[in-house]
């Protein structure tokens, strides 16, 4: 059989929502949404993240469509249909070439893809084909069997000039394509040289395809992590599983063993840390540990990243740009077996130690950044940020030959990329503030566009709110104080609210001196880096500040979710998109956080399983960045204040995936309605969950009486679902506590007993003193 080459650019991917649903992995025949065989999980159906071009609904074929108005015409074209699973894995920042043209009276949409040899339609457009099964070879060596070979005659609708063209028929769920020869024959497409270099480019890529496989990277060498002896060892209890997910966390830890990322430990070890558990957003269980104690111990490298001036000078010069991610970096790295057996951990199955470099450990960023450099170390137009790759060249000619060596050097190295993630030949880049263009190098608008998109003030409170962040602006801004005096003039007092022409002009003339004056620091990586962020109740602020002067603002509305979240959730959450947002200055170095919610700094010290779960997520999504939390009055962080107040409209949600407290809880529907009502009817529950929505004053005297044994647990206690949560466990509603002790006491265990099992289901103040008393139990 003949073999062809099919080369396809991704031009766009869909965002696809993840699904809740309750999964397993057994292998499922003849899938109701894609019509193949895979395992039962929905990464893997080809149809996963896919329009129909039937219904033009998301996550099936048309073969399979279920819908009762199915029309044979194509009206829509996927972005992704099938064949892109295998073929479409680089990505760039134009559209897709698209074109529709009629076949037998039938309108169809066609991709044009000039890296294909061959044109391709599906057979449910043909009539009678050729018995030339030809092969279809992708750019990753994956292979796929046609139907035969045809030639039909298409007709451009819009000059009704019709070609005759050969087609190789394929399988209904793939794309029509037309090749570069077809597409040039019609002259849908001109092409130049250059356009006939990015080709080449693409089939550069298509010769390394083992960097692009579904497999744990492995760069050369072992790791080894260095302790200080002075410090004892500490071994953490096991932490307790809640049935409903102890079968996924077995076959996820069977999972990770069998890809060798841990391995079971049957020997004394000094160092046990405990084990935490993350749902995903697809239901899966992400495992990792709590090792506080352990980094007290753990010696840092101090890994120094390369000069920014003379890496910003290096990418000036470019003129094209490509970026990759690595595949699960940190496990790219392995730990000698000495090593291993520091990152051991607790589990109900039994102790298990981490073969690759697990997140949370405070060496992990500096030793994956180290490990990723030496791999990569001496290739032309290569730099590393982070934990991202950047391609770069003059022009792409030059870029090309880069990205080339590049993958050669993966390739060599062990190291694997995520191929969602590859972005080919882009026109411009963002770089630590700065943007990298094909006219060279220029500031980045993002990091003032949290101010300069702001609304004109609509009353008081508002203009004095933006004034004062401007006053603390204004030792960057020259002759700050002549342009905000029509501002000024309406908070003076007996001044009546009016918003006249020339406060507006005032307003639009300070945005600007903002947005083009030099307000903002050049990052330096040698000098401290400092992360304010604060929660209001709509929004999220972060300022990144050095010397007190800042480097980049960011804002961002909250979800109608996340606006019932907990005070100390909301502010956790805003150190989380802090952190990620300004991902490249933050990751890899000593970063000093300031909040201005004191219980987060007690929250943050503690074990992970003192934390309620929605916090446990949290907390984990920080363990990859070296953080330092600490205290500042609000009154004193005027930029994060504002900018929380004042947040970005539809600036979007950070990546933080929502858990489900009670569901995690073991109790049934009934009781925990039962819980629910009475929670409900409790006056003074009523008053705490206000509380804890809203925020705890400062000290104890200014709460409602009735509130104040809740204070000393105020950084533990969370609202979910109208149940309110200490940690993962519940508070319970007077009503329903004497209830609940006899129950405790019904197994006759003993005090002792009573008191643990009481303690790992519900809470309440003064709970271990009245079981103690407890007279109905005869064994106390």
Same mark, same amino acid.
């Given at each position: 059989?003949d073999?062809?080459?099919v080369?396809?650019?991704?031009?766009?991917r869909?965002n696809v929502?993840?699904?809740?649903?309750?999964? +397993?992995?057994p292998?499922i025949h003849n899938c109701?949404?894609?019509?193949?065989?895979h395992r039962?999980k929905?990464?893997?159906?080809p149809?996963?993240?896919?329009?129909?071009?039937?219904c033009g609904k998301?996550?099936?074929?048309?073969?399979?469509?279920?819908?009762?108005?199915?029309?044979?015409?194509?009206n829509?074209?996927?972005?992704?249909?099938?064949?892109?699973?295998?073929i479409?894995?680089?990505?760039?920042?134009?559209k897709?070439?698209?074109?529709?043209?009629?076949?037998?009276?039938?309108?169809v949409?066609?991709?044009?893809?000039?890296?294909a040899t061959?044109?391709? *339609?599906?057979?449910?457009y043909?009539?009678?084909?050729?018995?030339? !099964?030809?092969?279809?070879?992708?750019?990753?060596?994956?292979?796929?069997?046609?139907?035969?070979?045809?030639?039909?005659v298409?007709?451009?609708?819009?000059?009704?000039?019709?070609?005759?063209?050969?087609?190789?028929?394929?399988?209904?769920?793939?794309?029509p394509?037309?090749?570069?020869?077809?597409?040039?024959?019609?002259?849908?497409?001109?092409?130049?040289?250059?356009n006939?270099?990015?080709v080449?480019?693409?089939?550069?890529?298509?010769m390394f395809?083992?960097?692009?496989?579904?497999k744990l990277?492995? %760069?050369?060498g072992?790791?080894?992590?260095?302790t200080?002896?002075?410090?004892?060892?500490?071994?953490?209890?096991?932490?307790?599983?809640?049935?409903a997910?102890r079968?996924?966390?077995?076959?996820e830890?069977?999972?990770?063993?069998?890809?060798?990322?841990?391995?079971?430990? &049957?020997?004394?070890?000094?160092?046990?840390?405990?084990l935490?558990?993350?749902?995903?957003k697809? #239901?899966?269980?992400r495992?990792?540990i709590?090792?506080?104690?352990?980094?007290?111990?753990l010696?840092?490298?101090?890994?120094?990243?390369?000069?920014?001036?003379?890496?910003?000078?290096?990418l000036?010069?470019?003129?094209?740009?490509s970026?990759?991610?690595?595949?699960?970096?940190?496990?790219h790295?392995? %730990?000698?077996y000495?090593?291993s057996?520091?990152t051991?951990?607790?589990?109900?199955? #039994?102790?298990?130690?981490?073969?690759?470099?697990?997140?949370g450990?405070?060496?992990?960023?500096?030793?994956?950044q180290k490990?990723? *450099?030496?791999?990569?170390?001496?290739?032309?137009?290569v730099?590393?940020?982070?934990d991202?790759?950047?391609?770069?060249?003059?022009?792409?000619?030059?870029?090309?030959?880069?990205?080339?060596?590049?993958?050669?050097?993966?390739?060599?190295?062990?190291?694997?990329l995520?191929?969602?993630?590859?972005e080919?030949?882009l &026109?411009?880049?963002?770089?630590?503030?700065h943007?990298l263009?094909?006219?060279?190098?220029?500031s980045?608008p993002?990091?003032?566009?949290?101010?300069t998109?702001?609304?004109?003030?609509?009353?008081?409170k508002?203009?004095r709110?933006?004034?004062?962040?401007?006053?603390?602006?204004?030792?960057?801004?020259?002759?700050l104080?002549d342009?905000?005096k029509?501002?000024?003039?309406?908070t003076?007092k007996?001044?009546?609210w009016?918003?006249?022409?020339?406060?507006?002009k005032?307003?639009?003339?300070?945005?600007?001196?903002?947005q083009?004056?030099p307000?903002?620091?050049?990052?330096?990586p040698?000098?401290?880096?400092?992360?304010?962020?604060d929660?209001?109740?709509?929004?999220?602020?972060s300022?990144?500040?050095?010397?007190?002067?800042?480097?980049?603002?960011a804002?961002?509305t909250? +979800?109608e979710?996340e606006?019932?979240?907990?005070?100390?959730?909301?502010?956790?959450?805003?150190?989380?998109?802090?952190?990620k947002?300004?991902?490249?200055?933050?990751?890899?170095?000593q970063?000093y956080?300031?909040?201005d919610?004191?219980?987060?700094?007690?929250?943050?010290?503690?074990?992970?399983s003192?934390?309620?779960?929605r !916090?446990?997520?949290?907390?984990?999504?920080?363990?990859?960045?070296?953080?330092?939390?600490s205290?500042?009055?609000?009154?004193?962080m005027?930029l994060?204040? +504002?900018?929380?107040?004042?947040?970005?409209?539809?600036?979007?949600?950070?990546?933080?995936?929502s858990v489900n407290?009670?569901?995690?809880?073991?109790?049934n529907?009934?009781?925990?309605?039962?819980?629910?009502?009475?929670?409900?009817?409790?006056?003074?529950?009523?008053k %705490?969950?206000?509380?804890?929505?809203k925020?705890?004053?400062?000290?104890k005297?200014?709460?409602?009486p009735?509130? +104040?044994?809740?204070?000393s647990?105020?950084?533990?206690?969370?609202?979910?679902?109208?149940?309110?949560?200490?940690?993962?466990?519940?508070?319970?509603p007077?009503?329903?506590?004497?209830?609940?002790?006899n129950?405790?006491?019904?197994?006759?265990?003993g005090?002792?007993?009573?008191l643990?099992?009481?303690?790992?289901?519900?809470f309440?103040?003064?709970?271990?003193?009245?079981?103690?008393s407890?007279?109905?139990?005869?064994?106390?």
């Amino acid at each position: 059989m003949d073999s062809e080459n099919v080369n396809k650019v991704q031009q766009k991917r869909v965002n696809v929502k993840a699904d809740n649903r309750k999964k +397993t992995h057994p292998m499922i025949h003849n899938c109701q949404y894609c019509g193949r065989s895979h395992r039962r999980k929905k990464e893997e159906c080809p149809a996963w993240g896919k329009l129909c071009t039937q219904c033009g609904k998301e996550n099936h074929f048309a073969k399979k469509c279920r819908s009762q108005n199915q029309s044979k015409q194509v009206n829509q074209v996927d972005y992704q249909s099938e064949d892109c699973e295998w073929i479409n894995v680089i990505k760039t920042k134009s559209k897709d070439l698209k074109c529709k043209m009629e076949v037998n009276n039938q309108a169809v949409a066609f991709q044009i893809d000039t890296g294909a040899t061959v044109n391709t *339609v599906p057979e449910k457009y043909v009539g009678a084909t050729t018995g030339d !099964l030809k092969t279809l070879t992708m750019w990753n060596g994956t292979q796929i069997k046609s139907k035969g070979t045809t030639r039909l005659v298409i007709k451009n609708p819009v000059n009704n000039k019709a070609y005759s063209v050969e087609f190789v028929v394929t399988e209904d769920t793939l794309t029509p394509l037309l090749g570069l020869k077809a597409a040039q024959q019609m002259k849908l497409i001109q092409i130049n040289s250059e356009n006939m270099q990015r080709v080449m480019s693409v089939t550069d890529v298509g010769m390394f395809p083992s960097v692009f496989e579904n497999k744990l990277g492995k %760069l050369p060498g072992l790791v080894t992590l260095k302790t200080d002896g002075n410090l004892r060892p500490t071994v953490m209890p096991t932490r307790r599983v809640p049935l409903a997910i102890r079968s996924k966390l077995k076959q996820e830890l069977d999972r990770l063993v069998n890809a060798d990322v841990i391995a079971v430990v &049957d020997e004394p070890t000094p160092w046990v840390s405990a084990l935490v558990i993350a749902p995903k957003k697809n #239901g899966d269980l992400r495992i990792c540990i709590d090792p506080r104690e352990l980094n007290k111990a753990l010696q840092r490298e101090h890994y120094t990243l390369p000069i920014l001036e003379e890496t910003l000078h290096e990418l000036g010069q470019s003129r094209v740009f490509s970026k990759a991610d690595l595949s699960s970096g940190y496990w790219h790295v392995q %730990l000698d077996y000495e090593s291993s057996l520091l990152t051991t951990f607790q589990t109900s199955y #039994g102790r298990y130690r981490w073969k690759r470099l697990p997140f949370g450990l405070c060496v992990s960023s500096e030793i994956f950044q180290k490990k990723l *450099v030496e791999a990569l170390d001496s290739l032309d137009g290569v730099v590393c940020i982070a934990d991202d790759v950047i391609i770069h060249g003059k022009d792409t000619e030059q870029h090309d030959k880069n990205l080339k060596e590049f993958l050669k050097r993966c390739q060599e190295q062990g190291i694997k990329l995520n191929q969602d993630k590859l972005e080919l030949r882009l &026109d411009e880049i963002t770089f630590i503030g700065h943007r990298l263009t094909k006219n060279g190098l220029q500031s980045d608008p993002e990091k003032v566009k949290a101010i300069t998109a702001m609304q004109a003030p609509s009353n008081l409170k508002e203009l004095r709110r933006y004034l004062g962040m401007v006053n603390y602006l204004a030792k960057f801004l020259p002759n700050l104080h002549d342009t905000t005096k029509p501002l000024q003039d309406l908070t003076k007092k007996d001044t009546q609210w009016n918003w006249s022409e020339s406060q507006q002009k005032a307003f639009e003339e300070v945005q600007k001196k903002v947005q083009n004056s030099p307000v903002l620091a050049f990052y330096d990586p040698k000098k401290d880096l400092m992360l304010e962020n604060d929660a209001s109740e709509y929004g999220l602020g972060s300022a990144l500040l050095q010397d007190g002067k800042p480097v980049a603002y960011a804002s961002r509305t909250l +979800t109608e979710t996340e606006r019932g979240y907990a005070q100390i959730e909301k502010e956790m959450l805003a150190v989380s998109y802090g952190l990620k947002k300004f991902h490249h200055y933050t990751y890899g170095r000593q970063v000093y956080v300031i909040t201005d919610h004191k219980p987060l700094v007690s929250i943050i010290k503690k074990p992970l399983s003192k934390a309620p779960r929605r !916090l446990q997520s949290l907390l984990l999504q920080t363990q990859e960045y070296n953080i330092e939390l600490s205290y500042r009055p609000g009154s004193q962080m005027i930029l994060s204040d +504002t900018l929380s107040r004042e947040p970005l409209a539809g600036s979007g949600n950070a990546d933080i995936e929502s858990v489900n407290n009670v569901a995690m809880l073991p109790v049934n529907s009934a009781r925990l309605d039962e819980i629910r009502v009475a929670t409900q009817n409790d006056a003074c529950l009523q008053k %705490l969950k206000e509380v804890i929505v809203k925020g705890w004053p400062a000290e104890k005297r200014g709460l409602n009486p009735s509130l +104040t044994p809740y204070y000393s647990y105020r950084d533990e206690l969370t609202v979910q679902d109208g149940v309110v949560l200490r940690g993962e466990r519940i508070v319970i509603p007077a009503a329903m506590r004497s209830q609940i002790k006899n129950k405790v006491h019904a197994g006759h265990l003993g005090i002792n007993s009573c008191l643990r099992r009481a303690r790992e289901l519900v809470f309440w103040p003064g709970m271990s003193a009245e079981i103690d008393s407890y007279q109905s139990c005869g064994t106390s």
